[in-house]
Nanobody, 125 residues
Framework: QVQLVESGGGLVQPGGSLRLSCAAS????????MGWFRQAPGKEREFVAA????????YYADSVKGRFTISRDNAKSTVYLQMNSLKPEDTAVYYC??????????????????WGQGTQVTVSS
């Protein structure tokens, strides 16, 4: 089992920044590729960003490319999501997730086995 705990959400004005963290425990962190997803009220959960086990490969949803950065610190068993130039449409509950195996297809929520409880991000003036 892997336990994931997100933190860092909150209320921010449009154009502002937030940094989300997701701390993992229970199994060796380097066994897993990590992803961030988000879900707005009334909408399906959508992919935001993913990073492979070493941190050497990342990819992003088009809607956040150039504004968000995913990174990981394997010594701290933590994955981060730096969010800049935030927009009201970024408002959602943000979830981190972990998966083993291949890194391909990491934009699909169904391939991730472990999920955190989520942290709310609200972008509003």
């Amino acid at each position: 089992q892997v336990q994931l705990v997100e933190s860092g959400g909150g209320l921010v004005q449009p154009g502002g920044s937030l940094r989300l963290s997701c701390a993992a425990s229970g199994r060796p962190f380097t066994n897993y590729h990590m992803g961030w997803f988000r879900q707005a009220p009334g909408k399906e959960r959508e992919f935001v960003a993913a990073i492979n086990w070493s941190g050497g490969s990342t990819y992003y949803a088009d809607s956040v490319k150039g504004r968000f950065t995913i990174s990981r610190d394997n010594a701290k068993s933590t994955v981060y999501l730096q969010m800049n130039s935030l927009k009201p449409e970024d408002t959602a509950v943000y979830y981190c997730a972990a998966r083993g195996g291949s890194f391909s297809g990491s934009h699909y929520p169904s391939v991730f086995r472990y999920w955190g409880q989520g942290t709310q991000v609200t972008v509003s003036s």
